[in-house]
């Protein structure tokens, strides 16, 4: 478990080049708790103010206090904001300041701390413990304090992991984004295909 942490300069380039490069990349959390850490197999990038799906879509910078503001500044942050109430979901904040991006990490294959994940999360089936947002920040142990935690740091960062092969990677619709009219359709979800820990097969073939 000896991980560093990825360097800013990866986080520096557009959501839709970052999470495709993220793809086999490791999320790791150390706490009091233990270390968990997990491989990356499904992201989706939200590519800011072009992008009717992205909460910075026709923003046009940061406003006092609301929680889209660390998407404003330098990649490498953390973007961590609530869904229905009651689950976080955990982003990645990339590319210049003033270009408001971020990747969704939607599903992790567990690695580390499998047993803690277990217990956060109340789940023995190691797919199901982080196929999912909200499965993730729970499995992890990330909350709201989490919002805007740098990433080069050395208790919630990414570190380099696998190379995946083109050929094993597929992209799709996002997931739940109809709302968002002709964006809903942009291929901006990216997935290791054959991997058992995705959070849906929605729009896979095979």
């Known amino acids: 478990m000896d ?23 490791l999320l790791v959390r150390r706490a009091d708790e233990g270390c968990t850490s997990g ?37 490498g942050f953390a973007y961590v904001y609530c869904i229905y109430g009651m689950h976080r979901c955990f982003n990645v904040v990339t590319n210049m300041p003033g270009y408001p991006e ?15 994940m277990r217990t956060r999360r ?14 993730i920040c ?21 570190a380099r992991g696998e190379v995946v092969a083109d050929e094993a990677v597929a992209t799709t619709p996002r997931i739940n984004v109809d709302y ?9 979800r990216f997935v290791i295909r054959d991997s058992r820990f995705l959070s849906t097969r929605k729009f896979l073939r095979r």
Not at 104 to 113: K, T, W, Y
Not at 180 to 188: I, L
């Open 122 to 135: 109340g789940v023995f089936d190691l797919k199901k413990l982080c196929s999912g947002p909200g499965k």
């Open 102 to 116: 971020v990747v969704l990490l939607r599903a992790l294959e567990p690695v580390d701390g499998i047993d803690l």
């Open 39 to 75: 491989v990356i197999v499904e992201a989706e990038a939200y590519a800011g103010h072009s992008d009717a799906a992205c909460h910075s879509y026709k923003k046009p910078g940061p406003v006092q206090n609301h929680r889209t503001n660390v998407m404003f500044g330098s990649g």
């Open 138 to 158: 729970k499995a992890f142990g990330i909350t709201a304090a989490d919002y805007g935690a740098d990433l080069c740091g050395d208790e919630l960062f990414i």
């Open 180 to 188: 968002a009219g002709e964006a809903g359709a942009y291929p901006y």
């Open 3 to 25: 991980y560093e942490p990825l360097e800013r300069d990866f986080y520096m380039t557009g959501a839709v080049e970052t999470a495709r490069r993220l793809l086999g990349m």
